[in-house]
């Protein structure tokens, strides 16, 4: 990830949830998603930030692991785990090898706008070796991004200022902090290509559960078993 995103979660970080926060049915459908697709209790919830999954999927009885770029979102997260028992939560970045041993993990998620922070190139290529190595064998990883901003040149609500620089890049202001970020975009056919050794590679559309349609779906969900 680059510096920018790093510096951008800094600043929002005391008020993440608040602004950026998914509603509350939207949060429940994406976690009801995630437990259905998951196969084991041992998960990494990657660029885990405030908690948003690492602390309710804690509560179910899951062995929650996170990692996170941020420190002062790590910071937020750690004010809500008195109640859970959260295995490891530490700060590293998503584009880099990984602390964690080959075929540790039952799941890997890797949720909200996580992906589109990183860069094409490398950095690509070493999340998703990466993902299968410290997956055990069967296991799944859950990823999701944008799918319909890619298609926008400017955007602009009480939240935030978006516009697009170029085929695959965006500029997004936070209007409440300031802080800005550059955001990449993705499509089905560079994930398929990234997550080629696994065994079977599937896309939602949403958090219903719905296929992924081109041009129509709000998301591009990924899951991808070894």
């Known amino acids: 990830m680059d510096k920018q995103?790093?510096?951008?979660y800094r600043i929002i970080a005391h008020c993440y949830d608040e602004l950026?926060?998914?509603p509350e049915p939207?949060?429940?459908k994406q976690l009801a998603l995630i437990e259905r697709l998951l196969t084991g209790k041992r998960v990494l919830d990657l660029g885990c930030g405030t908690g948003r999954i690492l602390v309710p999927l804690s509560k179910k009885g899951y062995v929650m692991y996170g990692l996170d770029i941020s420190?002062?979102?790590?910071?937020?997260?750690q004010t809500k785990l008195s109640e859970c028992d959260i295995m490891d939560l530490r700060v590293g970045s998503a584009t880099e090898?990984?602390?964690y041993e080959d075929d540790f993990f039952d799941g890997v998620i890797c949720c909200h706008a996580v992906l589109q922070h990183f860069p094409p190139g490398n950095p690509r290529e070493t999340w998703?070796?990466?993902m299968y190595r410290i997956l055990a064998p069967n296991g799944v990883l859950i990823a999701d991004t944008h799918a319909l901003w890619r298609n926008i040149d400017k955007y602009e609500d009480e939240l935030c200022k978006v516009w697009r620089t170029d085929e695959k890049t965006s500029i997004h202001i936070d209007k409440a902090t300031g802080a800005q970020c550059r955001m990449y975009w993705w499509n089905t056919k560079e994930l398929e290509h990234l997550l080629r050794d696994f065994s079977t590679v599937d896309f939602l559309g949403d958090y219903d559960g719905s296929r992924y349609i081109e041009g129509k779906s709000p998301r591009i969900i990924v899951v991808a078993r070894k």
């Open 71 to 77: 420190e002062e979102m790590l910071d937020v997260a």
């Open 20 to 22: 950026l926060g998914l």
């Open 5 to 8: 995103a790093k510096e951008f």
């Open 97 to 99: 090898p990984l602390p």
């Open 26 to 28: 939207k949060s429940k």
């Open 128 to 130: 998703a070796k990466e």
